[in-house]
């Protein structure tokens, strides 16, 4: 009985307390006349509810106004009025020192729980839905782990991924997009301007409408248009560039476009068709194949292995040639082209032409030697087709070996033979090394035309020497030691008996001014100067 009594006033003593105030703690006595509960201490504190994010979103049916402490986020969340659970935040909700209200999204709740995704407050049409995720701005979607998506539109699809702006997108882990629609698919992809696409793995497309295509890896476009489309530690800058393939390749400038590793083109509408380490820099100079080949200027071509062209429209095949100047051709091997529209033809050798529309090529009669090389030409129209020949001036041809021929329009045909002056004619040689004694050595012509051609002075291998005088046509080939032909005189030594030579000897002639029955003219016999 005394059991049921006691139970009877505890539960009348506890409805009378509940209907009224309470206070626990110090101070019992003492309530303030608006608490309905009131705790007073300084030595104990309220230990809120702990729990884990997922065990917060599983309360049935929470009431406006719960609180509890989040041990994943280590804070003090409240159920509030827009039916979320939200972190109590003391700091401003504005300006530059305002404090960000995250709160868990609970309207994507996976099987894992999803328990550490968090979406910015401050915002529409969010959705946070990896670990560690944020969402900022109007409909931007996080749903890697620790991704975040600020802007409108923006995604960020894989772990780690950053879409910052106007409706970026990242799919690929680890990527970064700012900016206005860009794209980046792969593995640490990078894109900042507007419209560019990055779908290559460590790479970077930055500007406008860049692309980086899908297996491309450590690679960058800086600019507007350009596009890698395979290979890798590439470059790209400027306007509409193009890298097709290969390692390595760097472009810059507007319209350049390269396949192969290692080349480097600056400038504008440079190609590389095929081959490794080129150079090009300039205006619309190609490169169709090889290696090694340094275009500078503008309208070069170059095929074959380390050629070099610098000018304009300079055209260099087969290997180690050179052109600089304008509209040469240089197809020969380690030869060089400079000045303006020589050429040197297929199959010449370490040869050399300077000036206005010379030629190299291949005297294919050379017997005992290799035609077309070593020579050396320079002027204006010279042809050189011999070995080790020389053609200096203006119309000059050099046919044969160690042959040179010099000043204006002349002809050296035969070995070791010399042509000067203009026009000189010449007598066939054995186009070969040979030394027959009539064969011309020497030629000073003085024509005036190829139906005209004529020297003034022939010698010949064997010494004989001709100087002609006369009008008529031709080599003027000696028939003597020394034929002289013309119609006028030959001086000879004038002198008295006193200046005579000291040591005569057979054959002299002289003019003596002072002998008996002189002056006269005096030859010695081999004893004694007898008159003529």
Not at 141 to 166: C, H, M, P, Q, R
Not at 467 to 490: C, Q, V
């Amino acid at each position: 009985m005394k059991k049921k009594m006691f139970l009877f006033f505890t539960f009348i003593s506890s409805s009378f307390l509940v209907a009224a105030q309470m206070k626990i703690g110090d101070n019992p006595g003492s309530i303030s006349a608006g608490s309905i509960l009131e705790l007073e201490s300084t030595s104990k504190a309220l230990t809120l509810p702990r729990m884990t994010t997922v065990q917060m979103q599983a309360i049935p049916d929470p009431l406006k106004g719960m609180i509890i402490f989040n041990t994943d986020s280590n804070c003090i969340y409240l159920y509030k009025n827009n039916n979320v659970w939200a972190s109590i935040n003391t700091g401003s909700s504005s300006g530059p020192g305002a404090t960000w209200p995250y709160h868990s999204n609970n309207q994507s709740v996976g099987t894992n729980g999803n328990g550490q995704g968090i979406i910015s407050l401050t915002g529409i049409g969010l959705t946070a839905s990896g670990n560690y995720s944020h969402a900022e701005g109007k409909n931007a979607v996080a749903y890697g782990d620790y991704s975040w998506s600020a802007g409108f539109a923006d995604t960020a699809i894989n772990e780690a991924a950053v879409a910052l702006g106007y409706q970026n997108k990242v799919a690929g882990i680890y990527g970064f997009s700012a900016g206005k629609q860009n794209v980046v698919a792969y593995q640490s992809g990078v894109a900042m301007g507007q419209e560019n696409r990055d779908t290559g793995w460590s790479s970077l497309a930055m500007g406008l409408q860049n692309k980086i295509n899908n297996g491309v890896s450590y690679s960058n476009t800086l600019g507007y248009n350009n596009s890698i489309r395979s290979g890798s530690s590439h470059n790209a800058l400027g306007e509409s560039n193009i890298i097709n393939s290969g390692k390595g390749n760097m472009v810059a400038g507007e319209g350049n476009t390269t396949v192969g590793n290692y080349n480097t083109l600056f400038g504008k509408s440079n190609i590389v068709q095929a081959g490794d380490q080129h150079f090009l820099a300039g205006d619309n100079n190609n490169v169709t194949s090889g290696l090694t080949n340094s275009l500078l200027g503008f309208g070069n071509r170059a095929e074959g292995n380390y050629l070099g062209a610098i000018g304009k429209e300079n055209k260099v095949y087969f290997q180690s040639a050179v052109a600089l100047g304008q509209g040469n051709l240089d197809s020969g091997y380690a030869s060089i082209a400079g000045g303006l529209t020589n050429v040197i033809n297929k199959d010449v050798q370490y040869s050399t032409v300077f000036g206005q529309n010379n030629r190299a090529s291949r005297n294919l009669a050379l017997q005992s030697t290799l035609p077309g090389a070593g020579t050396f030409t320079a002027g204006i129209e010279n042809t050189n087709t011999g070995y080790a020949s020389i053609a200096l001036g203006s119309n000059n041809r050099s046919l044969s070996l160690n042959s040179l021929a010099a000043n204006f329009n002349t002809i050296s045909n035969g070995f070791a033979m010399t042509a000067l002056g203009h026009y000189n004619d010449t007598a066939y040689a054995a186009p070969r090394l040979s030394f027959e004694p009539a064969e011309i050595l020497m030629a000073i012509g003085n024509g005036f035309g190829d139906n005209s051609r004529r020297n003034s002075f022939t010698m010949l291998r064997n010494g004989f020497t001709s100087i002609n005088t006369t009008a008529s046509n031709g080599p003027s080939i000696p028939r003597a030691e020394l034929d002289i032909k013309g119609t006028g005189a030959l001086i000879v030594p004038v002198g008295t008996t006193s200046q005579r030579p000291q040591t005569p000897v057979a054959g002299m002639i002289r003019f003596c001014t002072d002998c008996p029955g002189g002056p006269v003219l005096q030859g010695y016999d081999g004893t004694n100067w007898v008159n003529l």
